[in-house]
Antibody, heavy 118, light 112 residues
């Protein structure tokens, strides 16, 4: 079935880096744009980044621009989020989501928790 | 950036009764292609968010017909005709008309 599975979360010190992965299955990954969305503890949802189906375009939230990089490997059906210069305020559950028709976030992964703490 | 403002932030509802959530955007969500990319999502405890409504009023696959969306321009509404226990969670409006995509603060739906 259609599935997205995030991995790579954990506890990391401020200023360090971490790479999240999102493994896709059950659909043609290379045909869909993909997003990262996060939710800090006790807070609402925050859009983080998007990448076009072929990687040709990428957009970022101002809060992560210059520190986070979204990428994908269509041969491996995997989406990535490279996070550097991490801050305490980056602590959140990170979700990947498939970009569907009419700009919907139609399929979501279960999320992976990132904690930035010394 | 487009700011999305939801009201109320908390909504205690009796089972079987209707519920309504409002969402207002700081600018029109009409895209240059003529579509209005306003989505509603449900976030139940312990689960990932789930798409309910897209383009203001279109129910996503598998969404019960007790959920409906309406509105235009900058003012939008999500309605649940008869609240069921499984509807407990946080509801978000989200604009996908322009980047960065932005969410409302969320409305917590709970049973009285």
């Amino acid at each position: 079935q259609v599935q997205l599975v995030e991995s790579g979360g954990g506890v990391v010190q401020p200023g360090r880096s971490l790479r999240l992965s999102c493994a896709a299955s059950g659909f043609t990954f290379s045909s869909h744009g993909m997003h990262w969305v996060r939710q800090a503890p006790g807070k609402g949802l925050e859009w983080v980044a998007v990448i076009w189906y072929d990687g040709s375009n990428k957009y970022y939230a101002d809060s992560v621009k210059g520190r986070f990089t979204i990428s994908r490997d269509n041969s491996e059906n995997t989406l990535y989020l490279q996070m550097s210069s991490l801050r305490a305020e980056d602590t959140a559950v990170y979700y990947c989501a498939r970009w569907g028709d009419y700009r919907t976030f139609e399929i979501w992964g279960q999320g992976t928790m990132v904690t930035v703490s010394s | 950036d487009i700011v999305m403002t939801q009201t109320p932030l908390s909504s205690p509802v009796t089972l079987g009764q209707p519920a309504s959530i409002s969402c207002r955007s700081s600018q029109s969500l009409v895209h240059s292609d003529g579509n209005t990319y306003l989505n509603w999502l449900q976030h139940r405890p312990g689960q990932p968010p789930r798409l309910l409504i897209y383009k203001i009023s279109n129910r996503f696959s598998g969404v019960p017909d007790r959920f409906s969306g309406s509105g235009a321009g900058t003012d939008f509404t999500l309605k649940i005709s008869r609240v069921e226990a499984e509807d407990v969670g946080v509801y978000y409006c989200m604009q996908a008309t322009q980047f960065p995509h932005t969410f409302g603060q969320g409305t917590k739906l709970e049973i009285k």
